[in-house]
């Protein structure tokens, strides 16, 4: 019962600057999200890289950077999960671009054309 009450104590202690930062569960929603969602990347990949090239080859290549994009954004997701109650990176950044699989990078001026 000891052991119980010590270990509860310690997890609300960890959990204490979260509870005074709404940022914390933030990452915390962020995390999680891209844990669950890592793996559409595989999908995301292909069309991004054809659309980008209109190149069957170059989309098929996507599939094997999806799987990679997918990996990196799942561990990331577990690694903020886990870390969130900590502001590491500095305010609750996240550690991987863009912070949700759906949105795009940031482009720059050059690559934004408008369509007509």
Not at 22 to 40: C, M, Q, S
Not at 59 to 77: C, N, P, Q, S
Not at 92 to 111: A, H, N, R
Request: net charge neutral; aromatic share 10%.
């Amino acid at each position: 019962m000891f052991r119980k009450i010590i270990s509860l104590c310690l997890v609300l202690i960890t959990a204490l600057p979260a509870l005074v930062h709404a940022d914390a569960f933030e990452k915390l929603g962020r995390g999680a999200t891209n844990t669950v969602l890592g793996w559409t990347e595989v999908f995301i990949e292909p069309g991004k890289r054809f659309d980008k090239n209109h190149n069957v080859a170059e989309g098929m290549t996507g599939v094997g950077v999806g799987i990679v994009k997918g990996l990196t954004r799942t561990m990331a997701g577990v690694y903020e999960v886990i870390s969130f109650p900590f502001p590491v990176p500095e305010d609750y950044d996240s550690i991987i671009e863009p912070e949700f699989p759906w949105k795009p990078q940031i482009q720059g001026i050059e690559d934004i054309r408008v369509k007509r």
